[in-house]
Structures are given as structure tokens and as C-alpha cells.
């Protein structure tokens, strides 16, 4: 039935404006609407059917206004990606076409990979990579590393710029060098720790040049330089051994230890040179004049108003030299005490017990497995030596017999103090001069009858003291025990 009804109306049926083509019955909207219209009448057809296509044209009317006016960006833009999809759909088509040509050789090139960066066999790029990753994670430690020689420098600057305050940072610094050493022992083919370990070297050249140096200060106690030569044994252990010496003995510390002393107490000797210089003016006026006539003159009474300049310098040349050099002797024993042995045979002082030169020398026997000998063997004779070539130059300025046996007193004072060490000299008093280089035998006799006395003296105070120090302390006893007999009773 719908068949003669679509020929009845075709003639009729014109194209939208939507599509240029006329409806047909394949179209199920028209087969559908076709089917409604067999079942109305005739009066529906002209009377109800015309007022229902127009609500229904209508109402479509309104609903395409109302979805043109919500949604005409997205219809806009849908119409044209519509209008490109044709030449989309071909480059599509042939990109795909391409991607599967690929996908063979994709694969070859994946296996080749799989096959070249395989871990069970050995590869320098997955190695370097390897290496880069490790560096990654360790970037902290090796940063902290990368920081030692200049914690190292930091320390050894600090310590030098606080004096001997700065005690924490020297130990400190012996510290980060201990544990860079060891890094280098345990990496030493790395060239990192190479590089370290030679800019830790010279931050400890510098740190030893310090140690050294506080050595060389003023007013270096035995705590400090304990503490001193015990840094330079862990800076410089090569200096703890001479020749076969076992690590236990001086070494090379002993002799830098008392170059180093001596070098301040020539230091403290020169700050006297005002006073030297006043006494070699004395002495170049003593040689101008003639000795003769200065004899007749003490002959006849007049006495020579010279050489008080001379006597305080010597006077205080020699208080210097008795507090530093038994200061230095004293703390040399006490830091190296395996150096101590009998004074006659290791200080080799000129003399032996009787006060007499040896008229033979000394046998010299090579013994190659012996050890050396003590740095302070010949210490104290060198000493002596400064002494009495002072005292040889300007002792003869002083004529006065009071003054010239005070300087002999205190000399022997002196002598004493380094007799305490194994080291008196006073039997070498005897080879000082009166007076000028001409002398003759009664002016040595004179000299000698000098010695004689001022030695006497010197013994009789000896004695005092020794009797008052004995008073005092049977005294002291004796107080105490009458004190224990009353708190008995």
C-alpha cells in the first residue's frame, strides 16, 4: 500500500535545503510516515494532518534555534573537522600503512638493543653508566671528600692565627689527616684520592712550619711542648727514626727540638744588644790603653772607674742563660726520657771529674749496628761554649774584685743549676782571664787566688743555705711532733 501512495505523491515531492536528494522509501523516516498516513482518514488529511506537520515544523523550528543557540561553537567546529576528515582519513590510512612496513625492522632494531645492552655480557657504555649512577648516589660523600684538604687548610690557618690557644683545632686537623691518609692507603690507584692526598701534603708542610715555629716561641712550657713533639711525630714520622734507632727514641726530634730552643735563647740574648754594644765600647777603650800604665795606676791606688756597663750586661746575659738552658735541658729529659744516661759519658763535656783536658783522644771505633748518639751529648758543651766566649770578651772590663766576684758567683750559681743535669762547668773557670791578653805569671796567680776565693765563698753559702734548709725542716719536724705529743695528752 505505501508503493502507489509514494508514486501518487513523488511528482509532488520536492529536495530540502539540507539535502539535495528527494526522499525515498528506502528511508525509514519516510516508510514510517507514509505507513501514518494509510491510517488517517480523509478528513484527517486535509482538516488535522496540515495543522500537525506545521506544530511539528514548528516545534523542529524552535528546538534547531534552541541547539544552534546552546551549541553552534562546538556544530561550527564539528563541521569543519568534518570537512578536513576526508583528507585526514587518507594520510591515516597511508601512515599506518607506513607503520606497518616498520614494525619488522622495529623489531630487528629492539632485539639488536636487548642483544648489545644485555647485562650478561660486558659493555663499556652500560659500565659508564653504571659509573654515572653510582657517582649520582654518592654525590654527598664524594662532595664531603672533595672538602677535606680545604677543612684541612681551615684548621691549620685557624690554629696558626690563635697561637698556642688553639690546641682543639692542631688535633683536629692531625685528625682529617689521619683519615685522608687511610683513604689514600685503601684507594690509592684512584686519581681523586691522589690529588687529595697531595694538597693534604702541603697543607701539612705548612701545619709542620707551625709546629716547628711554636718550637722556636718564647715561654714554651712542658705540657705544650709535649704536646708539640707529639703532633710532629704524626705529622713527620720520618723523624722519629735515625740511622737504626727503633720508633721509641728521639730520632731527628731530639736535635730539632734544641736547634729550636736555642734559636730562642739566642733570640732572648740579642734582645741585649744595648747593652752590648755599651760594653764593646768599654772594651775597645780597655784596648786602647796601654797595660802598663793602667797597672801603675791600680798600683797606686787610683781604681779604674771602668766596666759597669760590661757587668750589667753580663749580669743579665747570664741570668737569661742559667733560666733557658736548664729549662731546655730539663724539658728535653722529660720529653725523651730514653735519652737519659751518666752525664761524664754522654755529654762529653771538655772535662772529666778531676778538672783535667785528656792529653789523649778519644779512640774512634766505627761500630756500623750501634745506635747514634743522643741529640744531647754535646748540647750542654755548646752552651758552655756561648758562655765563656762571652764572658771572655767582656769579663777582663770588669776590674772591680766585688763585681767580678759577684759575675763569678753567679756563674757558679749557674754551673750548679746545670750540675743538677749532669752538665757543671765550674772547673772552667779557671781559664778565664784577669784582665788583658798580655798577662803575665803573677796575674795568673792572681786570677787563680780569685777563683780560689770566690769559690770558697760560694761553698760557705752553699752551706748556709743548706744548713738553714735543714733548720727548717728539723724545725718544722720537730713542731709536729711536739703538736702529735700535745693532742696525745
Known sequence: MADP???????????????????????????????????????????????????????????????????????????????????????????????????????????????????????????????????????????????????LSSAISSTAAQGASGTTNYATALDLYSHIRRLHLLYADSPLMSSIYAQTESAMQELKSHLISSLRGQNVKLAAGMRTIGWLRRVAPELGLVDNQSPDKEGLLGYLFLVCRLSNLITMLSALEPLRQLADQETETRLRKDLKSKRSELSNGSAWHGGQQSERYLKRYIEIFREQSFAIISMFRSIFPSTEATPSEDFQLPFKSTGLKSSLPPAKTENVSAPSPSALSTFPAHLTDLLFETLGEYLPNVLDKTSRESLLTQVLYCAGSLGRLGGDFSLRLTMLKSGADDVDDEDDDAADEEWVEVMKKHRELAGRLEALASGVGAGKGASDRGGSIRLKS
Open 5 to 151: 501512495l509514494y508514486e501518487l505523491l513523488a511528482p509532488y515531492l520536492e529536495a530540502s535545503e539540507s539535502s539535495e536528494t528527494i526522499p525515498t522509501l528506502s528511508d525509514s523516516v519516510t516508510a514510517k510516515y507514509l505507513d501514518r498516513l494509510n491510517t488517517l482518514s480523509l478528513s484527517s488529511l486535509t482538516s488535522q494532518e496540515p495543522q500537525s506537520l506545521a506544530q511539528s515544523a514548528h516545534s523542529t523550528l524552535l528546538s534547531i534555534q534552541s541547539l544552534s543557540s546552546r551549541s553552534h561553537s562546538a556544530v561550527i567546529a564539528s563541521s569543519d573537522r568534518f570537512a578536513n576528515l576526508q583528507e585526514t582519513l587518507p594520510l591515516l590510512a597511508e601512515e599506518a600503512k607506513n607503520l606497518h612496513n616498520d614494525i619488522p625492522r622495529l623489531d630487528e632494531r629492539a632485539v639488536s638493543f636487548s642483544m648489545k645492552y644485555s647485562r650478561s655480557t660486558e659493555n663499556e657504555v652500560l659500565d659508564r653508566r653504571k659509573r654515572a649512577l653510582l657517582m649520582e648516589r654518592n654525590s654527598d660523600r664524594l662532595s664531603d671528600i672533595l672538602d677535606l684538604p680545604t677543612l
